[in-house]
């Protein structure tokens, strides 16, 4: 099929800048055309970058402009799923920055709306394409680790400093913290595993729990930093807990460790994942600096029902289990840094799901699946940990493929 250029809008200036590099590498098939912001100081590196680039105030006034074909969305989370129902309905495809939406009733009205336009919807949720991600992925679908039972991530990253202003104004990080109790940034954790145990593709989410801690060492921090005299310097002000924990139940039996962690102070890890099966096991790194581990049967040292099974260097498997994305075009991912975070493979797929008149990789169905925790898991918690049941949101997916 021949290719041609998809019209680019970004909006969200200061985020959406991060995906130049990806689309400067895509050039043959991704034009950035234009940029929408309401602040327009931030038009200037767009302008540096490229000149001729044309600039937006107004979301409106750009959904509205024939010459732009789709959008990037790199605007605070609360808005994600508001605007990209708006921007599908004029006519544009919607690649949106994690999370999709915020509520059961915003996921299916995204649902909706991508099955009634045909649009290409995609959630660019960047770590199911890093280099391990896929790596895994592809062993999972290759049977490496035999039938899956158990996979377990997390999210544990101190963003504290994110949450404020100098002033010491509450930033939509900490509204996220002030106003909800859950599970409230699942996607980059939960996106891989979700690829991983085959979610939308043979199995599907069936429910879930979860509790969350006391919010001891956010107050504590802006205690330190502004006084006792803020309003987040009291445990009370914060609905949001230090540690929040979910356990999801997949209909085919497997089990997830879900864990979201935006305050406790430590070292970061928020590329921590496992997974398990009949024959072999997955662990990544506690941090970025130590390797994973793998061990699969009758590949690695020793047998796990003898009591003598040793890890593996997953390294060791390499050649073997790289994901063919990744073997065939590592030399440009890693160009744009990419090894860590896939931004490459997600601008890729999000343009050539729309040239080839199809949907994406990861599609409107596993967006909600994923950021559906959010109102799922605070449901739960205000229940004292309640199970609760994921709505069947692929339900038209499933007729269509099986017809």
């Given at each position: 099929?021949?290719?041609?250029?998809v019209?680019?809008?970004?909006?969200?200036?200061?985020?959406?800048?991060?995906?130049?590099?990806?689309?400067?590498?895509?050039s043959?098939?991704?034009?950035?055309?234009?940029?929408?912001?309401?602040?327009e100081?931030?038009?200037?590196?767009?302008?540096?970058?490229?000149?001729?680039?044309?600039?937006?105030?107004?979301?409106?006034?750009?959904?509205?402009?024939?010459?732009?074909?789709?959008?990037?969305?790199?605007?605070?989370?609360?808005?994600?799923?508001?605007?990209?129902?708006?921007?599908?309905?004029?006519?544009?495809?919607?690649?949106?920055?994690?999370?999709?939406?915020?509520?059961?009733?915003?996921s299916?009205?995204?649902?909706?709306?991508?099955?009634?336009?045909?649009?290409?919807?995609?959630?660019?949720?960047?770590?199911?394409?890093?280099?391990?991600?896929?790596?895994?992925?592809?062993?999972?679908?290759?049977?490496?680790?035999?039938?899956?039972?158990?996979?377990?991530?997390?999210?544990?990253?101190?963003?504290?400093?994110?949450?404020?202003?100098?002033?010491?104004?509450?930033?939509?990080?900490?509204?996220?913290?002030?106003?909800?109790n859950?599970?409230?940034?699942?996607?980059?954790?939960?996106?891989?595993?979700?690829?991983?145990?085959?979610?939308?593709r043979?199995?599907?989410?069936?429910?879930?729990?979860?509790?969350?801690?006391?919010?001891?060492?956010?107050?504590?921090?802006?205690?330190?930093?502004?006084?006792?005299g803020h309003?987040?310097?009291?445990?009370?002000?914060?609905?949001?807990?230090?540690?929040?924990?979910?356990?999801?139940?997949?209909?085919?039996?497997?089990?997830?460790?879900?864990?979201?962690?935006?305050?406790?102070?430590?070292?970061?890890?928020?590329?921590?994942?496992?997974?398990?099966?009949?024959?072999?096991?997955?662990?990544?790194?506690?941090?970025?600096?130590?390797?994973?581990?793998?061990?699969?049967?009758?590949?690695?040292?020793?047998?796990?029902?003898?009591?003598?099974a040793?890890?593996?260097?997953?390294?060791?498997?390499?050649?073997?289990?790289?994901?063919?994305?990744?073997?065939?075009?590592?030399?440009?991912?890693?160009?744009?840094?990419?090894?860590?975070?896939?931004?490459?493979?997600?601008?890729?797929?999000?343009?050539?799901a729309?040239?080839?008149?199809?949907?994406?990789?990861?599609?409107?169905?596993?967006?909600?699946?994923?950021?559906?925790?959010?109102?799922?898991?605070?449901?739960?918690?205000?229940?004292?940990?309640?199970p609760?049941?994921?709505?069947?949101?692929?339900?038209?997916?499933?007729?269509?493929?099986?017809?």
């Amino acid at each position: 099929m021949k290719k041609k250029h998809v019209r680019l809008a970004v909006v969200g200036g200061n985020r959406g800048f991060g995906y130049h590099k990806s689309c400067d590498l895509l050039s043959d098939i991704v034009e950035v055309n234009a940029i929408c912001d309401l602040n327009e100081a931030v038009f200037a590196k767009w302008k540096q970058k490229y000149p001729n680039i044309r600039t937006f105030t107004s979301f409106e006034k750009l959904l509205d402009d024939p010459d732009i074909d789709a959008i990037l969305l790199a605007t605070p989370m609360q808005v994600h799923a508001a605007q990209s129902v708006q921007a599908m309905k004029a006519g544009k495809h919607v690649l949106c920055e994690v999370a999709s939406a915020m509520t059961i009733e915003e996921s299916w009205e995204l649902v909706e709306t991508v099955e009634q336009t045909g649009a290409v919807y995609m959630l660019a949720e960047n770590f199911c394409y890093t280099r391990m991600a896929m790596m895994i992925r592809h062993m999972a679908e290759s049977g490496a680790f035999g039938e899956l039972t158990h996979a377990e991530c997390g999210y544990v990253h101190d963003v504290r400093t994110a949450t404020h202003d100098a002033q010491g104004n509450i930033k939509w990080r900490g509204e996220m913290m002030r106003d909800f109790n859950g599970n409230n940034y699942p996607t980059h954790s939960l996106g891989p595993v979700s690829q991983w145990l085959g979610i939308n593709r043979g199995d599907s989410f069936d429910y879930m729990t979860t509790i969350v801690s006391k919010p001891a060492s956010q107050s504590d921090y802006f205690n330190e930093i502004f006084g006792p005299g803020h309003p987040g310097s009291k445990p009370e002000f914060w609905k949001q807990g230090d540690s929040c924990l979910s356990l999801i139940r997949t209909k085919q039996g497997a089990v997830i460790y879900l864990r979201n962690d935006f305050s406790s102070p430590r070292p970061f890890n928020y590329l921590y994942y496992g997974l398990q099966g009949t024959k072999g096991s997955y662990l990544s790194g506690r941090d970025i600096h130590e390797e994973p581990l793998v061990w699969l049967d009758g590949r690695s040292p020793g047998k796990s029902h003898l009591g003598n099974a040793a890890w593996s260097k997953i390294s060791e498997f390499t050649d073997e289990f790289e994901h063919p994305w990744w073997k065939s075009e590592s030399d440009r991912a890693n160009a744009e840094q990419a090894s860590r975070f896939g931004d490459y493979f997600v601008m890729k797929e999000f343009i050539t799901a729309i040239i080839e008149k199809r949907q994406p990789d990861f599609d409107v169905y596993d967006s909600v699946a994923v950021s559906c925790i959010l109102p799922l898991s605070v449901q739960s918690v205000a229940q004292n940990g309640y199970p609760v049941a994921f709505p069947d949101f692929a339900k038209n997916k499933r007729t269509s493929v099986q017809s």
